[in-house]
């Protein structure tokens, strides 16, 4: 079975306080400016190809192959 760790709310590289329990807590920036939260990484069904799931404050969902997002596009917020 496998454990999805983004249930809890939080990407598992943040560390520090516990934030207010259901708050959106952004873990990247995009080098565009706008704020994301990394759900976690998936696989797309078409090509086997890894996919980072993550969302925004208004609550859309976003899906981008992992290499692209991995490549510099978004950093890693403290």
């Known amino acids: 079975m496998r454990v999805w760790r983004w249930i809890s709310g939080r990407s ?3 560390t520090g306080p ?3 329990k259901n708050a959106w807590v ?3 920036r995009h080098k565009k400016g ?3 939260r990394l759900i976690g990484f998936g696989t797309n ?3 086997r190809a890894t996919v980072a799931i993550y969302d925004d ?3 859309a969902v976003w899906v981008r192959n992992a290499a ?3 490549d ?3 950093d890693l917020l403290e």
Do not use: C, I, M, Q
Request: aromatic share 12%.
């Open 68 to 70: 692209e997002f991995n």
């Open 45 to 47: 069904e078409a090509d």
């Open 57 to 59: 404050a208004t609550g």
């Open 18 to 20: 516990e934030p207010e």
């Open 34 to 36: 706008g704020l994301y």
């Open 72 to 74: 510099g596009r978004f």
């Open 12 to 14: 598992p590289a943040r």
């Open 26 to 28: 952004p873990t990247h």
